[in-house]
């Protein structure tokens, strides 16, 4: 820290170039990569015309550079673009469900702003939520959590950033099995540490395997990001396989663990959904759980994710909070509360639906020529191995593959290579069944056309 001093703008001494010309002020900075352009808001001094305008360069963090934008927004946009062109454009790239938010948090959200509810709330959310969480984890998880051991931040995409903030430091390494959820690698990025990628495949059920954990450790791990089930696989982990990954981890006392069980509830396996935490009660200690509103109720706009883990890490995770977005909304965290004390069958009903689809659709998508998908254990996504595909077409990649069909047929996709998993495509079902009808004709004149 040093403190600031007044000092006329013409006599910087970090290497920032002063320039002004006709009233408009900017600055250039050394080693600039970019450039842009300095437009001032106010008309004192009087705004310049066009032609006076004076480029100024931009030098970026060399943190934003190490990231990159999310694909699966990429995708979207894309054919969000196409569409609005007027080309007749399916689109199974969304990432969230195709269903309305309950009315009963719906209208929570309403009588908040009617009430009053408007203002800033404790940073890690109210107690009436936390108390709402607490109890959500006991009933449905098994796990035993006080206020103190929770957070709700703006979406479970902020609590995994908080994790990664709080916990990594330079020279950290953080595992994440691939094919992974398209921020992982980013988010630890951006704490300025390391991303370990174990990759999986379609013969082990895209999971990752104790020997592959066991190898995959050094001394600079620090943490594990794991998804079940999983965004972009739908694959989920067994309490079996959980144990048999703990055992692995109870060895490695340093290694902290972030579960991502945002798809909790769009589930249909065999035996119910469990978590890590739950199944071994000897790393609840250095376990986060995570979890949120924004897929189980369709509630991805209202930015309420939550997680809970041991108090210090907590703490932690709400200061970085607190000195960035503080509370998610108010609005929201009411809303939040009413679905998770409300009625579930809403919860019950979607899942249902979604299940219709998988067993219809998935089923389908195997059947097409040089496509390769399992069944899913939850969540709305088909991820498909097209590298069959990809060699009867001719195609150089997954991106190629999205490219010449969304061309061609009008059908967006997202590519694997964007979750850490080339030469496969998502295709997400969080769609009507007649989207989905349409989708396989166009994939299946596509696969023909070779
Ligand atoms: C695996 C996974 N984790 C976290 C998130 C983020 O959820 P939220 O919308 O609550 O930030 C997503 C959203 O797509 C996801 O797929």
New binding site residues.
Partial sequence: MRKACVQPLDERSDGSRLIARGGVLGMQTKGSHGFGYYKPRTSFPPAPKQAEYIAVSIQLSRRVQRVKPSPTMAATARAARLKAEGRDIISLTA??PDFATPTEAAEAGIAAIRDGATRYTDVGGTTELKQAICDKFAADNHLHYNRAQILVSC????T?FNLCMAVLDPGDEAIIPAPY?VSYPDMVRLADATPVIVDTTIETGYKLTPRQLAAAITPATRLLLI?SP??PTGAAYSRLEWQQLGEVLAAHPRVLIGT?D??EKIWWADEPFSTLAEVCPALYERTITIN?V??SHAM?GW???YCGGPAEIITAMATIQGQSTSNPSSVSQRAALAALRGDQRCVADMNAEYQRRHDFFIPALAALPGFECRRAEGSFYAFVRITGALQRLGLADDQAFCDRLLETEGLALVPGSGFGAPGHVRLSFATSRAQLEAALERLGRFLRSA
């Fill in positions: 990432g969230e979406g479970a995409k902020q995994l959820w998804n999983c965004n991502d945002i798809y949120g924004s897929k991805t930015r309420i994710g």
